[in-house]
């Protein structure tokens, strides 16, 4: 509707359109100028690797790999790494986790930080909420190697955690940091990304709650309304959309599973339970074979799905947002 | 103050018994996660004064028996720690102030509505955080520009985030008209306007986006493990990731004769927590402006996205 508005609008004053687009240009110049270097980044370190002829950007999957040779001389293959990357187990089993810990997470974490900015909310002093805030909020700013570091201590077979589960229960200690069971994986997976993210994750929702009417809980009061009623017919309500929108977006990224803090945890061990598509990609572009053009097939495909997947999410939770917001 | 007692007593008399319940469960739910929160630090900061002596003996060690700070004077030993320093120091320092020069010269035009090309520029920015090359073709292309071995590794190709220059941008445009308007009948061009009107407006997002980068820069790790051989290069995160992910602890030869000569023993979990405590020192202190500026800043940039 607007494109097509704005469309004829142009059309109809077009006369000098090419005139008036110099005289524009000339007159906000130093705009333009300022925006060189920003353009430049973008197209040194985004666009190129994309297409580019030096060092062949995508196209270096269609092309045989060589190391001591430059790209031009590299032979043309066609979709060889890709049939190659069909028939690999351990690249369909790096999807199959990708997707799986995603979903984990969108199951067990996602929920998490609505459920604290509720609670948070519920606090009546200040003093005290901030103190909350304040704690929860700080492991989002450390690195993770910074939190697995911290972890590892914790979670050795000599480490405090263990030490108090033996104690408790008599049993061997239990070595989390390398096992191929499903479920401790997973709940370290989980549980590390909640102590880093809650704090932060709950900001956005802390933010859709303050601007809550406050007369709308006085009210509800008046009625006879309890704690629990406010919390589901007020807070709730006015958090939703921001949640549905955020929860959206988040399925959007199924294939980014969090490389840092995976990359950091992976061993020979737990490799076949947690090892993502991104983590995939790293070990045979830089670690296994040094096949560079195999790790820019797999790299591609991600990337074309991921962009799909992107964009449906975003269309989507525009249309949302829009729906619920306004 | 008055007032606000008498409302809170006030408040307090109308709570009823299932309020006051609520109240309770919630307070311990938090506090609880609190400290689920807070042990793994105290752990952290527990073992790096630990003595070995006392690590050894104790089989689930929660208290302090000593607090000892010779865990960290072998910590500084570990060969290259105090350059690695220097290298994160440089990186964040040089790093943080390129980034944000970059980001509000992007975010400031971008935010102009007078901006020839405007959409096509914004989409062309867009789109870089839909699709990318991936890791492969970006690789070959920072290694063609010859950043391998230099610490630029660190600084130029994350020169700009695309998320914060949006944010930043968003909060540009939240800036009423007017003020650009009356600076231009005064004859002020678009750069004398940016950087002398529009700037000190825009103070709280840019402290923001400033810590937000500092941060980053400080926590880089990934570019420098792909693209630093040199050790004396390597920044602090990586030589804590040789500790304690790789858990290959190589004592240098500095750090040898000085566990010889005094007859000190250290345990390694005590020198990976000292690593990690000094590591986590200059966040812990840029965090109280981080908290001061970071919900007000986020929600400011975040008004339309």
């Not at chain 1, 077009?14 to 008036?20: D, P």
């Not at chain 1, 989002?140 to 570091?149: E, H």
């Not at chain 2, 007692?5 to 506090?31: Q, Y």
Request: aromatic share 14%.
């Amino acid at each position: 509707m607007e494109l097509s508005r704005n469309g004829a609008g142009s059309l109809r004053k077009n006369r000098s359109g090419f005139g008036r687009t110099l005289r524009k240009c000339v007159e906000h110049r130093y705009l333009l100028f300022m925006l060189i270097p920003v353009l430049a980044y973008y197209l040194i370190f985004n666009y190129a690797p994309m297409l580019n002829l030096e060092t062949g950007g995508i196209l270096m999957a269609f092309k045989q790999h060589r190391l001591t040779k430059p790209f031009s001389e590299w032979n043309w293959v066609g979709l060889k790494y890709f049939e190659m990357m069909w028939r690999k187990p351990d690249f369909w089993l790096a999807m199959r986790n990708t997707v799986f810990i995603s979903f984990a997470r969108l199951l067990f974490e996602f929920p998490m930080p609505i459920v604290l900015s509720i609670l948070l909310n519920e606090v009546a002093r200040t003093k005290l909420k901030r103190f909350f805030q304040t704690v929860f909020t700080f492991p989002n700013f450390l690195s993770w190697i910074l939190i697995v570091g911290i972890m590892r201590d914790l979670l050795q077979v000599d480490g405090v955690i263990n030490g108090i589960m033996t104690a408790m229960s008599g049993n061997q200690p239990y070595n989390f940091l390398a096992n191929s069971e499903v479920v401790s994986n997973y709940l370290m997976l989980i549980l590390s990304n909640l102590f880093k993210g809650i704090g932060w994750g709950s900001i956005i929702y802390l933010a859709s709650i303050s601007g809550i009417d406050p007369s709308l809980y006085e009210a509800a009061t008046v009625d006879g309304a309890n704690r629990w009623h406010n919390i589901i017919h007020i807070t709730w309500p006015g958090i939703r959309s921001t949640a549905i929108v955020l929860l959206i977006l988040q399925c959007g990224n199924i294939l980014n599973g969090g490389f840092d803090q995976i990359f950091n945890l992976v061993n020979g061990v737990n490799r076949g339970i947690i090892e993502t598509i991104d983590v995939y990609i790293y070990r045979y572009a830089f670690q296994q074979s040094m096949n560079q053009s195999f790790a820019a097939a797999s790299g591609l495909f991600k990337a074309v799905i991921n962009f799909a997947l992107l964009m449906a999410a975003n269309g989507l939770a525009r249309r949302m947002g829009e729906d619920n917001l306004f | 103050m008055k007032t606000t007692t008498a409302v809170i007593r006030k408040n307090r008399i109308r709570k009823s018994m299932g309020d006051r319940i609520a109240d309770f469960f919630i307070h311990a739910v938090l506090i609880a996660l609190t400290l689920i929160v807070i042990f793994p630090f105290y752990n952290m900061l527990l073992i790096s004064v630990a003595r070995y002596e006392d690590i050894i003996s104790t089989p689930l060690y929660l208290f302090p028996k000593a607090i000892d700070f010779k865990n960290y004077s072998m910590a500084i030993l570990y060969p290259n720690f105090l350059r690695s320093a220097g290298v994160s120091l440089f990186v964040t320092a040089v790093g943080t102030t390129l980034n944000l020069l970059i980001t509000l010269l992007g975010s400031y035009v971008l935010s102009r509505k007078n901006l020839p090309f405007r959409k096509f520029f914004f989409y062309f920015i867009l789109f870089t955080m839909y699709f990318g090359g991936g890791l492969i073709p970006w690789y070959m292309v920072v290694k063609n520009l010859g950043f391998v071995d230099s610490v630029w590794a660190m600084i130029v190709p994350p020169m700009l985030n695309t998320f914060y220059l949006i944010l930043m941008r968003n909060y540009f445009q939240s800036i009423p008209e007017s003020l650009e308007e009356s600076a231009k009948i005064d004859g002020a061009n678009d750069l004398r306007i940016m950087f002398q009107i529009m700037v000190p407006v825009a103070a709280p997002i840019i402290a923001t986006i400033a810590l937000f980068y500092s941060v980053d820069r400080w926590n880089e790790w990934w570019l420098a493990l792909i693209f630093i051989q040199d050790p004396q290069k390597l920044p602090l995160q990586l030589i804590l990731r040789k500790m304690v992910v790789d858990a290959t602890i190589d004592l240098g030869n500095a750090m040898m004769n000085a566990m010889r000569d005094s007859h000190i023993q250290v345990h390694g979990r005590s020198l990976q927590m000292a690593t990690i405590t000094i590591t986590t020192l200059p966040i812990l202190m840029v965090y109280p402006f981080l908290q001061k500026y970071f919900t007000k800043g986020i929600m400011l940039g975040a008004i339309k996205a």
